[in-house]
């Protein structure tokens, strides 16, 4: 067996030779002084010879150490050698393989089967939510502790279904990770049973008119931004969904002055299909009450946006819509914590009207009330859904409009304290 003395004073010969240690490990020579660990075996019936690596980086002790390391995974049945190479590429994987870098990686894949507004969702999840906590880490460092200090605070401020839809995420990053061999387990699946329990069925929402006005009343009523009030009393009226109002655009409103004001939202901000959005025929037709064209137009003079651009738009940042929690938490402050959400203005208006409609002997009411809500039945077409029943659901806005806002103050009253704010 060779020492560490041999290997060390082997001379260079004019052609390479070897010096032999045991069980088929060598010291190759060459003759310009290079000296490499090799390991003769048979795999298959045939030989091969697996490199360690140059000596004296890799020592005798070392080299004796791998080659039993790679005669164990031939024992059981696997070539030392293609052994290395996973071993190599897993290593060469996780080099640099930040949780950010797998995620943005995972997004990019997924990108081509989404919508781009759906995209941006998710995309922005991760970089408001995710990315300030875990996102600079290596995959391999984030544990489970670390994914609920993430997920925590978005439960925390009422977004439950929000922290179960980012825990769903961060778990497809890491099935991407453990596929590419990356990461060997998915730290945020036992993370959801530490999370409350998302609401099943139908969103919080007023089942009374009277309730509907209270929600108003206080939520108006407390501190807060005037356009955050205003989008609130615009998205009541409307009853679309609270998406779709905070990426309201001035050009989507017509006829403002006019006798028959509409909202023309575009397809691809509707919840369909990636096809439909693409598809202007899906685009979806709001009539607009006259207490909504009031709220629209404050809205609009109040956010400067005379011409283009959101109407709704942050107060950090004018290119972008105010986030889908602001509304949530303003009625949440006003007490309606577990009440009223704003996705429940769908429910209120389609609860009330189809009892007033039922109270009035017009159950043919129902579909169009359901139409207003852009409930598209299977194998209806889109002009159908965009344009049918339009007098009767501009008369059915209009009576929900008036009981919703008796008693309310006008729109322009919510700007008041606009200077504190603004």
Not at 250 to 263: N, Q, R, S, T
Not at 401 to 415: E, K, Q, R, V
């Amino acid at each position: 067996m060779l020492t560490d003395i041999a290997c060390r004073k082997a001379p260079t010969k004019d052609k390479p030779y070897k010096l032999g240690d045991a069980h088929g490990l060598y010291l190759y020579v060459l003759p310009s002084g290079f000296k490499s660990w090799r390991w003769k075996y048979r795999f298959g019936g045939k030989e091969k010879r697996l490199v360690f690596g140059g000596y004296p980086e890799i020592t005798l002790a070392k080299a004796r150490q791998l080659r039993e390391e790679a005669a164990r995974v031939l024992r059981d049945g696997g070539d030392p050698a293609v052994s290395k190479r996973q071993r190599a590429a897993e290593q060469t994987a996780m080099a640099g393989s930040t949780f950010e870098k797998v995620a943005r990686g995972w997004h990019a894949s997924q990108e081509a089967g989404w919508s781009a507004r759906y995209a941006a969702i998710v995309l922005n999840s991760f970089v408001n939510d995710v990315f300030p906590k875990i996102g600079k880490l290596p995959i391999t460092a984030v544990t489970t502790p670390l994914v609920l200090e993430v997920l925590k605070p978005i439960e925390a401020r009422g977004a439950v279904e929000t922290a179960h839809r980012v825990r769903q995420r961060i778990s497809e990053v890491f099935a991407t990770a453990i596929g590419a061999g990356i990461a060997s387990s998915d730290p945020a699946a036992v993370t959801k049973r530490a999370l409350g329990r998302k609401p099943k069925g139908k969103f919080p929402a007023a089942r009374t008119i009277k309730q509907a006005r209270a929600v108003l009343t206080e939520s108006e009523r407390q501190p807060g931004h005037p356009l955050t009030k205003l989008a609130s009393r615009l998205l009541a009226l409307t009853a679309v969904r609270s998406a779709t109002l905070r990426h309201a655009e001035v050009h989507e409103f017509e006829d403002l002055d006019g006798d028959a004001p509409i909202w023309r939202i575009p397809a691809r901000k509707m919840k369909l299909g990636v096809e439909r959005k693409q598809d202007d025929a899906f685009e979806f037709i709001v009539p607009l009450s006259r207490q909504a064209v009031e709220t629209v137009n404050v809205a609009i003079a109040f956010s400067g946006r005379n011409a283009t651009g959101l109407i709704f738009r942050s107060v950090r940042n004018a290119r972008k819509p105010i986030s889908d929690s602001t509304l949530s938490k303003a009625y949440r402050e006003a007490g309606f914590s577990g009440v009223h959400v704003p996705h429940g203005w769908r429910a209120s208006f389609s609860t009330i009207m189809n009892e007033r409609v039922k109270e009035e002997g017009r159950d043919g009411d129902r579909a169009v009330i359901d139409l207003m809500l852009a409930h598209v039945p299977s194998g209806v077409e889109a002009d159908y859904n965009r344009a049918a029943y339009m007098p009767r659901r501009r008369e059915i806005a209009q009576q929900w409009a008036d009981m919703l806002t008796d008693g309310l103050a006008p729109p322009a009253a919510l700007l008041e304290g606009k200077r504190q704010h603004g």
